[in-house]
């Protein structure tokens, strides 16, 4: 049996709250527990933690209704579950509330992240593959 608390306790919801209310006393909690707000507190850090945990989860449909079914189990087993090795972890995951929480630069910058390569076919004839470079024209006879 987990030793971990019940992620609706964690936040202070009910099981029936709505994903506003989820939100809302997550950055509640967030805002509490920031390790900026606490440095080296290491309770608040964790508290922190676990309420990210319990956002992510109870914010996502789909671990949602893996969690109700089948408590830590269901989002803990097979990767499914929040695991963040650092802090870094849990700001990157919920980075778009701390940049306007915290201003965003005090940490010393973010890490950028580089999407996947996109990678499509166009076929263009001599016209305008010569207007798509400036209409530099290419003396071609025609």
Sequence with gaps: MSDKRDLYEVLGVSRNAEAAEIKKAYRKLALKFHPDQNPGNKNA???FKEAAE???????LQ????YDQYGHAGVDSGGGGAHFSDIEDIFDA???????????GSRGG???RRGGDV????HLDLLEADYSFGNERLSASR
């Design 54 to 60: 319990a956002f992510e989860v109870l914010s996502d």
């Design 119 to 122: 990678q499509c076919e166009v």
């Design 45 to 47: 850090e964790e508290r």
């Design 94 to 104: 919920f980075g778009g509330i701390f940049g306007d929480l915290f201003g965003g």
């Design 63 to 66: 671990k949602r209704q893996r």
């Design 110 to 112: 973010r890490r950028v």
